[in-house]
């Protein structure tokens, strides 16, 4: 959509900017907490 390869697209669910506001977010410390949350 944004360019990105294929394959990308489908292991991304959120485009790069929204993931790399939460890398510099208050979850950078642990990301998995958030798809842990997402996927219950």
Do not use: C, D, H
Not at 6 to 28: C, H, N
Request: aromatic letters at 16%.
């Amino acid at each position: 959509m944004l360019g990105f390869p294929k394959k990308k697209q489908q292991t991304l669910f959120y485009p790069e900017p929204v993931l790399g506001g939460l890398r510099s977010g208050p979850f950078a410390t642990n990301p998995a907490i958030i798809w842990s949350i997402l996927f219950q």
